[in-house]
């Protein structure tokens, strides 16, 4: 009997959530919820994305939506859990568990809307969640950028203006309207001037131009009960006209026009800028000449162990492996395929190195500074196993040294200008970070270049430092500012230890080509054969 065909994929599905009635946790104030998505792979639940965490809310409507692949012929078990998040960890464990539901995806794509209730530890229901789904368009992966600005806006707070923002709501396909954009909040002001942001035209309408457009302006009120300003309805179709010139809405509050004959409005809304940008994919840019530059480093710090130790994460067993090669060659050999001339430069980091002995920060594998390149990953397994005896492991553990050094490649090819080079720097550690304030710093700066870091996290320590690095559930800050895109992928390897190799480096490399499209959409930067 011939194999079946391997599943293929129908479609993308676009998953939108919100909860009603959630418990409350907080005591001085309403939960602060976000819903976490999980899948099954027939073993067990594996964290698939996360939504945003929003303030004071024990009826939250989620903006972030969950896009998954939809397979007619498979059961695609899926859970959604909500959790209560008061800290900056990105770990659950510390967080209050505001209950969850387990259904199928074929179960929520036939019902279009799906609404079911949520089950606490105990087993018994508080709250509720509905979850809609929309079938995501190909035919359109456009951007359009947008810019608004209100004027005269009423008055809302006692002791001052009002501290406006605007919520954008899109028709689903059942004719309801469901949150996908929210801007920041200006504060004390009636005249706010939003920053300029982009949205997929798909997420917006659906491609369609002539669908109807929600927008709400609310007056933010820390406690959460925030004051409706106003609203108005328009189309795509309408908002692109604003690309010759603006586009002026009148801010109406649905009460106050009710009660008042005199009514007119609560102030305008104006469309100072719109712009359809052309959405190019990975693929595009790949296909178009795009090379990945990957770079390894490896942590060699006394805090691994030594290698002759059987307990150390640098032991190499009887078939010559260990957690930091299993990593590196289940990544590796993803990467080297999108690398024209296989040459991967690889480094060391934390270890007393020949012939002085002196500690380094980053060291080439192969002891060689003017050419650290190594043939492939096969290549850098002989280097890596050919470097253990000759070093001495030491600390402390510095690892912004070799971000800076991969940063300072990525931004000479972002000088160039040209989508040709872009930089994957997968870190290998035992978790114990010494610098943390200058790497995120390095991580910060690097933001803006061409670059994306993978960090797997090897061993069993406390990698909560690590996840602060990986800007997941918001923008990773220091001393310096924020970065202005999420380019860090943290990993713990210790939960793909049973997995096969494709599954770890499907985890590790999931962002990758979202990090890479991001970042030439942002410098409006085409694919080579596009320019």
């Known amino acids: 009997m011939a194999s079946a065909d391997p599943a293929t994929c129908i ?23 976000l819903a976490v998505f999980y899948h099954h792979d027939g073993k067990k ?13 024990l009826c939250p409507e989620f903006t972030t939506p ?109 004719g309801s309207f469901m949150k996908i954009h929210k801007t920041e909040i200006i504060k004390n002001t009636l005249n706010p001037v939003w920053k300029t942001f982009r949205i997929p035209v798909r997420v917006l309408c659906n491609g369609d131009y002539d669908k109807s457009i929600k927008i709400y302006c609310y007056d933010y009120d820390s406690d959460g009960s925030h004051d409706l300003i106003g609203t108005f309805t328009t189309t795509l179709k309408e908002m692109v006209r604003a690309d010759r010139n603006p586009v002026s809405y009148e801010c109406i509050n649905p ?94 980091f934390g270890a007393k190195i020949p012939p002085n002995y002196q500690c380094s920060h980053i060291f080439p594998l192969n002891f060689n500074p003017s050419n650290p390149y190594a043939a492939g990953i096969t290549g850098v397994v002989e280097a890596y196993q050919a470097c253990l005896p000759n070093i001495q492991f ?26 040709s080079n872009y930089f994957v720097l997968l870190l290998l550690t035992d978790g114990v970070i010494t610098d943390m304030e200058e790497t995120k710093k390095a991580i910060v700066q690097a933001s803006k270049l061409p670059l994306s870091i993978i960090i797997v996290g090897v061993g069993g320590a406390d990698f909560s430092a690590m996840e602060e690095l990986d800007g997941d559930d918001g923008v990773l800050r220091c001393s310096i500012g924020p970065a202005v895109r999420d380019i860090v992928q943290f990993v713990p390897f210790r939960q793909f230890i049973q997995a096969s190799p494709q599954i770890l480096a499907q985890h590790v490399l999931a962002e990758v080509p979202k990090q890479l499209t991001q970042h030439y959409s942002r410098h409006d930067i085409e694919p080579l054969q596009h320019r």
């Not at 009514?263 to 052309?278: A, E, F, P, R, T």
């Not at 990593?327 to 991967?344: E, H, M, R, S």
């Not at 553990?397 to 000088?415: D, G």
């Open 45 to 57: 639940w594996w964290e698939y994305q996360r939504t945003e965490r929003i303030k004071n809310s």
């Open 255 to 348: 009460k106050k026009q009710a009660k008042k004959k005199s009514y007119k409005n609560s102030g305008h809304i104006i469309l100072q800028k719109s712009i359809v940008v052309k959405q190019y994919s990975f693929l595009d840019y790949i296909m178009g000449g795009c090379q990945i530059n990957f770079t390894i480093g490896v942590d060699f710090t006394a805090s691994n162990g030594s290698p002759k130790n059987l307990n150390s994460l640098h032991y190499l067993g009887p078939n010559g492996r260990n957690q930091y090669l299993d990593a590196l060659i289940a990544v590796g050999n993803v990467c080297q395929d999108y690398d024209t001339d296989k040459l991967f430069p690889a480094f060391g």
């Open 66 to 174: 969950i896009v998954m692949d939809y397979y007619f012929e498979l059961v695609q078990k899926v859970k959604i859990a909500v959790f209560d998040i008061d800290n900056s960890t990105s770990t659950l464990d510390d967080d209050d568990f505001l209950g969850e539901m387990e259904t199928t995806l074929g179960q929520i794509v036939s019902s279009g809307t799906y609404k079911t209730t949520l089950k606490l530890r105990s087993k018994k229901s508080h709250g509720t969640i509905t979850i809609r789904a929309e079938e995501i368009s190909d035919s359109n992966n456009d951007l359009v950028s947008l810019q608004f600005k209100g004027e005269k806006l009423d008055k809302k707070d006692v002791f001052g203006k009002s501290d406006p923002y605007l919520e954008i709501h899109k028709m689903s396909s059942d």
């Open 11 to 33: 479609t993308k599905v676009e998953l939108h959530i919100s909860c009603q009635g959630l418990k409350n946790k907080d005591v001085m104030s309403k939960s602060d919820p």
């Open 394 to 419: 030491y600390g402390p553990t510095n690892i912004a040294p070799i971000i800076q050094h991969v940063a300072s490649f990525a931004s000479n090819a972002m000088n160039d200008g040209t989508a």
